[in-house]
Antibody, heavy 119, light 109 residues
C-alpha cells in the first residue's frame, strides 16, 4: 500500500523557517516524481513545488520566489520542503503527493501537515 | 499561464440525483485534464485523468468528458459519499503554475 506521511508542521513567526518531511513507503520512491501542494484554511489547492525522481531537477510556483527548497533522499525514501522567510499568507496545510503523469497528476497524497505563520 | 475556472462554485443535489460540473481552461489543453475529490479534512483523491479515464477504484457513476478548453465531470446517482469538493486540474503547461481550478462544492439538497 502506498503511504505518504508528512511531518514538521509548526507555528512559526513571520520571517521564520520550518522544514517539512514526507516519509514514503509501499512503492519504489526513487522512480517517482514528487510534488508539494498547499491549501490555505478554507481555500483551494495550490501547487508549490516539484522534484524529479533523481532529484536533479526542481520547479517552483511563482509565489515561492526563492524562499522554499524542495529536496529528496532516495536512500531513505524521504521528501523535504524547506520553507524560509515565511509570511502570514504561507499559512496552509502542506501535502506531499506522488506524480503519475507529467510530474503533476497526483495519484497518491499524504494527509498533510499544518504550517501556521503568526506572531 | 493557463487559467482554470470551474462552475458553479457550489451546487445542491438530492441523493440519487445527478450533477454536472464544468471546467474551462483559458486556452486549449487537449485532454490534459484531471479531476480530484476532496472531502472535508481529508487529502484530495485523484478521480479522473486524461479528461475521461477513471482512476483506480472510482465508481462508474463518475464520468469525465471534454477536450480543448471545456470539460465536464458528471456524477449520476449521487450517493452520500460523493458530497465533497471537486477540483479540476490542467496539466498541459510546464512548470505547472496555476494548475488547479478553484473547485466546485457538491452539497446535499
Amino acid at each position: 500500500e502506498v503511504q505518504l506521511v508528512e511531518s514538521g508542521g509548526d507555528v512559526v513567526q513571520p520571517g521564520g523557517s520550518v522544514r517539512l518531511s514526507c516519509a514514503a513507503s509501499g512503492f519504489a520512491f526513487s522512480s517517482f516524481e514528487m510534488d508539494w501542494v498547499r491549501q490555505a484554511p478554507g481555500k483551494g489547492l495550490e501547487w508549490v513545488a516539484y522534484i524529479r525522481s533523481s532529484g536533479e531537477s526542481t520547479e517552483y510556483a511563482d509565489f515561492v520566489k526563492g524562499r522554499f527548497t524542495i529536496s529528496r533522499d532516495n536512500g531513505k525514501n524521504l521528501l523535504f520542503l524547506q520553507l524560509d522567510s515565511l509570511r502570514a499568507e504561507d499559512t496552509a496545510v502542506y501535502f506531499c503527493a506522488r506524480a503519475m503523469i507529467r510530474g503533476i497528476v497526483l495519484d497518491s497524497w499524504g494527509q498533510g501537515t499544518l504550517v501556521t505563520v503568526s506572531s | 499561464e493557463i487559467v482554470v475556472t470551474q462552475s458553479p462554485a457550489s451546487l445542491s443535489v438530492s441523493p440519487g440525483g445527478s450533477a454536472t460540473l464544468s471546467c474551462s481552461a483559458s486556452r486549449g489543453v487537449g485532454t490534459n485534464v484531471a479531476w480530484y475529490q476532496q472531502k472535508h479534512g481529508q487529502a484530495p483523491r485523484l478521480f479522473i485523468y486524461g479528461a475521461s479515464t477513471r482512476a483506480t477504484g472510482v465508481p462508474a457513476r463518475f464520468s469525465g468528458s471534454g477536450s480543448g478548453t471545456d470539460f465536464t465531470l458528471t456524477i449520476n446517482g449521487l450517493q452520500s459519499e460523493d458530497f465533497a469538493v471537486y477540483y479540476c486540474q490542467q496539466y498541459w503547461n510546464w512548470p505547472p503554475r496555476g494548475t488547479f481550478g478553484p473547485g466546485t462544492k457538491v452539497e446535499i439538497k
